[in-house]
């Protein structure tokens, strides 16, 4: 059975880079299939699309977020990470981890990690 | 890329149909077949309900039903029932080789 599990710093200062791991049990994330990638939902509000890679490499970011973004794949440790740099109170968000597939940005998420950004 | 547009709310008695509207453009809803659909409880993982317009994975329930006409996508809850009330949202691939989600609507059982 497929899971996933977000970790990290639930408090980040502003200015500073938010880093988030996502440990993944039941699948490979070396898999051909599937890609790996964040999304998140600031308190009270709807679900942002962060970007998301292929084992191969490839990364596809929210244009919005791309030029603080970067998404990784550590394939010995069967776990993805998310770092977003020059955090504002913006940011401030649960922050999802998910498995997506062809044309689904979520086909499995991750229970979320709440990250408040907050001097 | 901008979110596409959903109704803040939509009610309905137990037992009736409803219908959840999401109006994209040429680039995401009207040019892809990859239109899904999430529901989520308060506190909780939203959780795919439909994908690729009208799929729906292995365990939800057949009430549940998407289509998509031009640039708007739609999902119907036939028989509405008391554990429907969520929140609900429709997403979908762009031309960008990105994903959008839509701003959410709120279902209510009355």
């Known amino acids: 059975q497929l899971q996933l599990q977000e970790s990290g710093p639930g408090l980040v200062k502003p200015s500073e880079t938010l880093s988030l791991t996502c440990t993944v049990s039941?699948?490979?994330?070396?898999?051909?299939?599937?890609?790996w990638g964040w999304i998140r939902q600031p308190p009270g509000k709807g679900l942002e699309w962060i970007g998301s890679?292929?084992?191969?490499?490839?990364?596809y970011y929210n244009p919005s977020l791309k030029s603080r973004l970067t998404i990784s794949l550590d394939t010995s440790k069967n776990q993805f990470s998310l770092k977003l740099s020059s955090v504002t109170a913006a940011d401030t968000a649960v922050y999802y981890c998910?498995?997506?597939?062809?044309?689904?940005?979520?086909?499995?998420w991750g229970q979320g990690t709440l990250v408040t950004v907050s001097s | 890329q901008s979110a596409l547009t959903q109704p803040a709310s939509v009610s309905g008695s137990p037992g009736q149909s409803i219908t959840i509207s999401c109006t994209g453009t040429?680039?995401?809803?009207?040019?892809?077949?990859?239109v899904s659909w999430y529901q989520q409880h308060p506190g909780k993982a939203p959780k795919l309900m439909i994908y690729?317009?009208?799929n729906r994975p292995s365990g939800v329930s057949n009430r549940f039903s998407g289509s998509k006409s031009g640039n708007t996508a739609s999902l119907t809850i036939f028989g509405l029932q008391a554990e429907d009330e969520a929140d609900y949202y429709c997403?979908?691939?762009?031309?960008?080789?990105?994903?959008?989600f839509g701003t959410g609507t709120k279902v209510t059982v009355l």
């Open positions: 998910a498995r997506l597939s062809d044309g689904v940005p979520a086909d499995h």
């Open positions: 039941g699948d490979s994330i070396s898999s051909s299939n599937y890609h």
């Open positions: 890679m292929y084992y191969s490499g490839n990364t």
């Open positions: 040429s680039s995401d809803i009207g040019g892809y077949n990859y």
């Open positions: 690729e317009v009208s």
């Open positions: 997403s979908s691939f762009t031309s960008s080789t990105t994903y959008v």
